[in-house]
């Protein structure tokens, strides 16, 4: 039988973070694992992510969500079929371009770009600055979602991407519906994540940008990292009964 159920958790301050409480949340998982499919939903790139499943500090994934949503791997890092067909119209050349003139805009090094993520840091974004990026791309044509997350990383994504676009493709390849996807996050990238309908949980150590943007249905843990997680899957298990 299929697992009945979707987990999805950011990684780096939400499932990372207390070597404890990933511990208990490994305990918990061991043998629930034929009944839920659990999926990494980072910002970091796929190496990085398959270095800490190699290395034994995360379980073994059914499924990758890297480069803030922009990519989606297999537990062996093939990736997902028809997944990137939806960015043939994106261009990074063009919003690079587009946003040359803003010189507060620093690049990020050349491993965390990639063909579909345009990447910069920048600290103390306002949501006056954020409005003027997204206007300015969306004025020279390019439909690109302007995520910010932690004080300081700004990535460019193409309209159809982001984790919670990622986890939507591949609740429709396994068939498992909305109300049975738990997700869970702490920070700035992690807003449409949880804003895509789920059953979302905010972990108690989240950053206030994520705390300002999502519904007030989110459930709020009173626990941090990975305990917050493990109290979140409990909490919607007793909503859902």
Known sequence: MDPRRLLVTDLDGTLLGDDAGLARFREWLAPR????????????????????????????????????????????????????????????????????PFRWLMPQAAEFQTSVKVSYEVEGLTDSDHETLRRKLLEAGVKATVVY????????????????????????VWRIGPDEILAFGDSGNDTELLSSGFRGTIVANAQPELRLAVDPMVYRSPRSFADGVIDGIRHWSEVVT
């Open 33 to 100: 694992r034929s009944q839920e499919r659990l999926v990494y939903a980072s910002g970091r790139h796929l190496a990085s992510i398959q270095a800490l499943v190699e290395g034994s500090v995360l379980p073994r994934p059914d499924a990758m969500i890297s480069a803030v949503g922009t990519e989606i791997h297999d537990p062996d890092g093939r990736a997902m079929p028809g997944w990137t067909d939806r960015f043939v119209d994106w261009d990074a050349g063009r919003v690079r371009d587009v946003l040359r």
């Open 149 to 172: 997350s932690g004080g300081r990383y700004l990535d460019i994504l193409p309209a159809r991407a982001g984790k919670g676009m990622a986890t939507h493709f591949l609740a429709e």
